[in-house]
């Protein structure tokens, strides 16, 4: 018996992925990964799927993964070669026949970002039999690329958790909080339908599918009291994952590679099918009610060059359900709202990775945030969106954090927790300021002079932020003098900063109970939404945790709206 282990290269979509293939003999015993840049939750399912799948056929010649085909197929073709250019033989793999399959059932959920999962789950729970599909090859969604933060506003979970912090928040203040940050653009329905339901959604999935939260460590000054959480791994790929085991294990049926392509009605008119394609089989799915969970169209407008800004979503939020339900006559509202932060690093051109945890941790270790011109542009202690608009006011739409060396430990400890690796930031490093993304280090004039800024600005810049440290004040911007902390050393880090979006924000309008719409504004029978589909309930900015709170919100009422429309639809 003869072991070898044979080295393979692909091309990603966020750079190289070095695999290594464990063959005896002519028998593949194994795949490690041994360096990616991929997105983490995505590609830890995408590579799980495919590696059982080239275990199980020894041979790379299986299908990709849907959701995430270029980066599998390329894989499966280096891998491929690799073995041919080693002499090695695999099997020769039989594609199945397409087959037809139909399913009849109770509710039909679309999606499986956590507004999906919560739906189904819920549903489920009230007795009805679901089935939830997903064009993907993997769950997740949008949700994945989040933090697992929620708000937990009248919930027993947070009751337990922040005790008689949790006296002082309620549903009423939530909405004020909501209705403040987005400066008034927020539908007020949506609005008091995420805040009187968040407590509900948490204390509900929290039991069906055995979660844990905490405090989370962040408590975001938009928020006038402290009422975040989350899981302790921060994890939103972990709360998916249990989430869609617990539905699954109780009895819910989940199907991935599960494209939605057409809605069908009866004759009367009503809403009562779905057609689902799938690499190798077509699905005719038979329900009461369907839920609409299918995320935002972020990627469309990306690809379409419809914005400038950066984006960091996944490549398949591309509104599908434009097209599938077009024949529904749905009304829609602000389709050209993204919600847009300024904590982005631009990894590819037009593509970012966020940076918000990190960069929330070196500005309260005292951080500035400076311009081309090294001068300071924001309080940089303040809410998120003065850093958005402070930096799309600037040349370029880029600004830059300037730390020392405790600032950038913490910020690169964080960046390794959220979605980067060591090679790809020394990648980044290596480019020594040429061209973005712009990560430098050196002593100040260096950095400077790498990142293109004004070095005498910037000399000046820091001088009078060592003397506004000193006196405990900040006369330029007002910033509160806890964040007020001293430069230690004389290496200095500059990294650079953009605008990013991933959520769309506008979408379809709904009834109070996540009914659908149509352009007459008449609830369609039959048919509800939940998630980043429907658009309103933040306005035009939601605060740092919202979106995953609509998505739970949202998701418990079109649940609970699904299966009590199946008791009337007998």
């Given at each position: ?10 091309n ?25 840049s ?52 695999t099997?020769k ?25 919560m ?30 933060n929620?708000?937990?506003?009248g919930?027993?979970v ?8 949790a006296?002082?928040d ?32 948490v ?26 959480i989350?899981?302790?791994t ?28 057409k ?10 099918s ?9 699905i005719?799915?038979n ?30 939020s ?8 077009k024949?529904?006559?749905?009304v ?14 631009e ?18 270790l ?7 011109d ?25 600004a830059?954090?300037?730390m ?33 993304p ?5 002593d ?8 293109n ?40 880090y ?40 429907v ?36």
């Amino acid at each position: 018996m003869t072991h070898k282990i044979i080295k393979a290269q692909a091309n990603g979509r966020n750079g190289q992925i070095d695999f290594d293939i464990d063959v005896t003999d002519n028998h593949i015993d194994d795949i490690k990964v041994t360096k990616s840049s991929e997105t983490p939750a995505i590609f830890r399912q995408a590579f799980g799927k495919l590696k059982n799948n080239i275990l199980k056929n020894q041979s790379f010649d299986v299908d990709a993964v849907s959701g995430a085909s270029m980066m599998t197929q390329a894989m499966l073709d280096s891998g491929k070669k690799a073995l041919a250019d080693k002499g090695i033989k695999t099997k020769k793999v039989t594609q199945p026949e397409h087959k037809e399959v139909t399913i009849d059932t109770d509710v039909a959920v679309v999606g499986t970002g956590m507004a999906g999962l919560m739906a189904a789950s819920r549903a489920l729970s009230m007795g009805k039999k679901v089935v939830v599909l997903e064009k993907n090859g993997y769950i997740g969604g949008a949700t994945t690329l989040n933090g697992s933060n929620v708000v937990g506003t009248g919930s027993k979970v947070s009751a337990k958790l922040f005790g008689a912090e949790a006296k002082k928040d309620s549903p009423a203040r939530l909405v004020k909080d909501i209705t403040r940050e987005c400066r008034g653009t927020n539908y007020l329905m949506l609005s008091n339908i995420l805040a009187n339901n968040i407590g509900k959604a948490v204390d509900f999935i929290t039991e069906f599918a055995n979660l844990t939260y905490q405090k989370a460590e962040t408590q975001t000054i938009e928020h006038s009291v402290d009422r975040q959480i989350e899981m302790p791994t921060q994890s939103s790929y972990e709360v998916v994952t249990k989430v869609a085991k617990a539905f699954q294990d109780k009895g819910g049926q989940l199907l991935l590679d599960a494209r939605v392509e057409k809605l069908n009605k009866d004759k009367n008119g009503k809403l009562v099918s779905l057609v689902a394609e799938g690499k190798h089989q077509t699905i005719h799915v038979n329900f009461k009610s369907l839920v609409l969970a299918a995320g935002g169209w972020g990627a469309k407008d990306y690809q379409a060059h419809k914005t400038d800004v950066l984006y960091y979503g996944p490549m398949t939020s591309t509104g599908d359900y434009f097209d599938f339900a077009k024949n529904m006559n749905l009304v829609t509202r602000n389709l050209d709202w993204y919600k847009i932060y300024p904590h982005g690093l631009e990894v590819k051109p037009g593509i970012a990775k966020l940076t918000t945890y990190s960069t929330k941790e070196v500005t309260d270790l005292g951080a500035i945030f400076v311009n081309q011109d090294g001068k300071r542009i924001v309080n940089e202690s303040a809410p998120y969106t003065h850093f958005r608009d402070a930096i799309g006011e600037q040349k370029g739409k880029v600004a830059y954090i300037v730390m020392d060396q405790k600032m950038w430990q913490s910020f690169y400890e964080l960046m390794l927790k959220y979605g980067f690796t060591e090679d790809e930031i020394q990648g980044f490093f290596d480019l020594d300021g040429k061209k973005a993304p712009v990560l430098v280090k050196g002593d100040l004039e260096t950095v400077a002079k790498k990142a293109n800024i004004n070095f005498k600005n910037l000399k000046e810049t820091m001088d009078n932020y060592a003397e506004d440290v000193k006196v405990g004040r900040d006369p330029e911007f007002g910033r509160d003098s806890k964040f007020l902390h001293a430069y230690e050393g004389d290496t200095y880090y500059i990294i650079e900063q953009k605008q990013r979006f991933a959520t769309t924000l506008g979408g379809y309008e709904t009834t109070d109970k996540m009914q659908l719409l149509d352009m007459d504004i008449n609830p369609i029978i039959n048919f509800y939404a939940a998630g980043e589909i429907v658009g309103g309930a933040n306005g035009h900015d939601s605060m740092p945790s919202m979106m995953n709170s609509w998505s739970y919100a949202s998701g418990f009422v079109a649940g609970t709206s699904a299966a009590d429309n199946c008791n009337c639809n007998n």
